[in-house]
Protein backbone atom coordinates (compact mmCIF):
# COMPACT_ATOMS: atom_id res chain seq x y z
CA UNK A 1 0.00 0.00 0.00
CA UNK A 2 1.19 3.34 -0.57
CA UNK A 3 0.72 6.51 1.09
CA UNK A 4 0.29 10.23 -0.49
CA UNK A 5 4.22 10.55 1.34
CA UNK A 6 7.28 9.84 0.05
CA UNK A 7 10.02 7.83 2.43
CA UNK A 8 11.22 11.14 4.59
CA UNK A 9 7.85 13.07 4.34
CA UNK A 10 6.02 13.99 6.97
CA UNK A 11 2.50 15.05 7.36
CA UNK A 12 2.05 19.16 7.37
CA UNK A 13 1.51 20.55 10.79
CA UNK A 14 -0.93 22.99 9.48
CA UNK A 15 -4.78 21.84 10.75
CA UNK A 16 -7.13 21.53 8.28
CA UNK A 17 -9.46 24.85 7.90
CA UNK A 18 -12.97 24.55 9.28
CA UNK A 19 -15.94 23.69 6.95
CA UNK A 20 -17.67 26.42 5.78
CA UNK A 21 -21.16 27.31 7.29
CA UNK A 22 -23.98 26.88 5.15
CA UNK A 23 -24.68 30.87 4.99
CA UNK A 24 -20.77 31.39 3.96
CA UNK A 25 -21.45 28.46 1.32
CA UNK A 26 -24.59 30.87 -0.28
CA UNK A 27 -22.26 33.90 -0.02
CA UNK A 28 -24.35 35.70 2.98
CA UNK A 29 -23.25 36.77 6.26
CA UNK A 30 -23.98 35.04 9.40
CA UNK A 31 -26.97 35.86 11.10
CA UNK A 32 -26.47 37.78 14.35
CA UNK A 33 -29.24 35.35 16.23
CA UNK A 34 -29.98 39.12 17.95
CA UNK A 35 -33.34 39.36 17.46
CA UNK A 36 -34.94 42.66 15.72
CA UNK A 37 -36.34 45.60 17.73
CA UNK A 38 -40.15 44.23 16.65
CA UNK A 39 -39.91 40.68 18.23
CA UNK A 40 -38.22 42.14 20.97
CA UNK A 41 -41.18 44.15 21.47
CA UNK A 42 -43.44 41.39 20.99
CA UNK A 43 -41.70 39.57 23.60
CA UNK A 44 -42.26 42.14 25.98
CA UNK A 45 -45.92 42.21 25.29
CA UNK A 46 -46.70 38.45 25.31
CA UNK A 47 -45.17 39.28 28.76
CA UNK A 48 -47.77 41.99 30.20
CA UNK A 49 -50.49 40.27 28.18
CA UNK A 50 -50.02 37.47 30.33
CA UNK A 51 -49.61 39.34 33.19
CA UNK A 52 -53.17 41.27 32.32
CA UNK A 53 -54.75 37.95 32.20
CA UNK A 54 -53.75 36.59 35.48
CA UNK A 55 -55.32 40.38 37.02
CA UNK A 56 -57.75 39.61 35.22
CA UNK A 57 -58.56 36.48 35.82
CA UNK A 58 -57.75 36.85 39.99
CA UNK A 59 -59.78 40.33 39.77
CA UNK A 60 -62.91 37.72 39.09
CA UNK A 61 -62.69 36.78 42.43
CA UNK A 62 -63.55 40.07 44.17
CA UNK A 63 -66.42 40.13 41.96
CA UNK A 64 -67.92 36.68 43.97
CA UNK A 65 -70.93 38.26 44.98
CA UNK A 66 -71.72 40.07 42.36
CA UNK A 67 -71.85 36.84 40.03
CA UNK A 68 -73.57 34.91 42.85
CA UNK A 69 -76.48 37.39 43.49
CA UNK A 70 -76.61 37.50 38.60
CA UNK A 71 -77.04 33.76 39.53
CA UNK A 72 -79.61 34.20 41.59
CA UNK A 73 -81.66 36.36 39.27
CA UNK A 74 -81.09 34.29 36.15
CA UNK A 75 -84.57 32.84 35.31
CA UNK A 76 -83.33 29.35 34.60
CA UNK A 77 -81.43 29.21 38.44
CA UNK A 78 -84.96 28.31 40.31
CA UNK A 79 -84.37 24.81 40.35
CA UNK A 80 -80.82 25.06 42.35
CA UNK A 81 -80.62 25.82 46.18
CA UNK A 82 -78.33 28.83 47.58
CA UNK A 83 -75.64 26.03 48.05
CA UNK A 84 -75.92 24.69 44.96
CA UNK A 85 -75.48 28.17 43.45
CA UNK A 86 -72.63 29.37 45.89
CA UNK A 87 -70.75 26.16 44.41
CA UNK A 88 -71.34 26.79 40.91
CA UNK A 89 -70.25 30.37 40.73
CA UNK A 90 -67.07 29.03 43.13
CA UNK A 91 -66.16 26.16 40.54
CA UNK A 92 -66.74 28.75 37.81
CA UNK A 93 -64.12 30.94 39.16
CA UNK A 94 -61.32 28.56 39.75
CA UNK A 95 -61.92 27.02 36.03
CA UNK A 96 -61.32 30.77 34.92
CA UNK A 97 -58.48 31.62 36.75
CA UNK A 98 -56.85 27.96 35.81
CA UNK A 99 -57.35 28.72 32.09
CA UNK A 100 -56.09 32.26 32.57
CA UNK A 101 -52.86 30.72 34.27
CA UNK A 102 -52.28 27.93 31.46
CA UNK A 103 -53.12 30.70 28.66
CA UNK A 104 -50.30 33.07 30.69
CA UNK A 105 -47.86 30.32 31.15
CA UNK A 106 -48.38 29.22 27.29
CA UNK A 107 -48.02 32.87 26.38
CA UNK A 108 -45.04 33.06 28.70
CA UNK A 109 -43.27 29.62 27.16
CA UNK A 110 -44.11 30.08 23.53
CA UNK A 111 -42.94 33.91 23.66
CA UNK A 112 -39.64 32.96 24.80
CA UNK A 113 -39.37 30.45 22.15
CA UNK A 114 -40.14 33.05 19.31
CA UNK A 115 -37.64 35.35 20.83
CA UNK A 116 -35.46 32.63 19.96
CA UNK A 117 -36.37 32.67 16.25
CA UNK A 118 -38.32 29.56 16.81
CA UNK A 119 -41.40 30.19 13.40
CA UNK A 120 -43.80 27.66 14.81
CA UNK A 121 -43.83 29.33 18.21
CA UNK A 122 -45.24 32.41 16.72
CA UNK A 123 -47.86 30.60 14.89
CA UNK A 124 -48.62 29.06 18.05
CA UNK A 125 -48.92 32.09 19.46
CA UNK A 126 -51.22 33.21 15.91
CA UNK A 127 -53.34 30.85 17.06
CA UNK A 128 -53.41 31.70 20.41
CA UNK A 129 -54.35 34.90 19.95
CA UNK A 130 -57.71 33.85 17.86
CA UNK A 131 -58.40 31.43 20.76
CA UNK A 132 -58.55 34.02 23.02
CA UNK A 133 -60.55 36.36 20.81
CA UNK A 134 -62.94 33.92 20.15
CA UNK A 135 -63.21 33.31 24.15
CA UNK A 136 -63.60 37.20 24.27
CA UNK A 137 -66.96 36.93 21.95
CA UNK A 138 -68.18 34.28 23.54
CA UNK A 139 -67.62 34.80 26.83
CA UNK A 140 -67.62 37.65 29.11
CA UNK A 141 -66.03 41.21 28.50
CA UNK A 142 -63.92 42.73 31.52
CA UNK A 143 -61.40 45.49 31.13
CA UNK A 144 -58.54 43.01 31.74
CA UNK A 145 -59.95 40.73 29.04
CA UNK A 146 -59.74 43.12 26.34
CA UNK A 147 -56.78 44.82 27.42
CA UNK A 148 -54.79 41.38 27.25
CA UNK A 149 -56.35 40.59 23.90
CA UNK A 150 -55.42 43.71 22.28
CA UNK A 151 -52.05 43.62 23.55
CA UNK A 152 -52.09 39.63 22.23
CA UNK A 153 -52.65 40.93 18.74
CA UNK A 154 -50.27 44.12 18.77
CA UNK A 155 -47.62 41.25 19.62
CA UNK A 156 -48.97 38.90 16.49
CA UNK A 157 -48.83 41.58 14.49
CA UNK A 158 -44.95 42.39 15.55
CA UNK A 159 -44.00 39.06 15.16
CA UNK A 160 -45.48 38.93 11.18
CA UNK A 161 -43.69 42.18 9.86
CA UNK A 162 -40.85 42.37 7.74
CA UNK A 163 -38.10 42.50 9.82
CA UNK A 164 -39.43 39.35 12.00
CA UNK A 165 -40.09 37.57 9.02
CA UNK A 166 -36.25 37.61 8.14
CA UNK A 167 -35.28 37.06 11.21
CA UNK A 168 -37.71 33.98 11.34
CA UNK A 169 -35.68 32.58 8.02
CA UNK A 170 -33.18 33.41 8.86
CA UNK A 171 -33.56 31.43 12.05
CA UNK A 172 -34.56 28.04 10.45
CA UNK A 173 -31.57 28.18 8.08
CA UNK A 174 -29.28 28.06 10.81
CA UNK A 175 -30.69 25.06 12.42
Known amino acids: MTTPYGPGDQESQIPAPPPLSES ?3 GGAEPSGTAPRE ?3 SFWLWIVGAA ?4 GALFAFTQRDRLLEEARNRPDAGGFSEAELDTLVTIGLVVGVVIAL ?3 GLYVLFAFKARAGRNW ?3 VLAVLTALGVLALVIG ?3 IAAVLSTVVAIVAVVLLFLP ?3 QYFAAGQTRR
Do not use: W
Open 24 to 26: ELR
Open 52 to 55: LSVI
Open 121 to 123: ARI
Open 39 to 41: VQL
Open 102 to 104: LFA
Open 163 to 165: ASN
Open 140 to 142: GIS
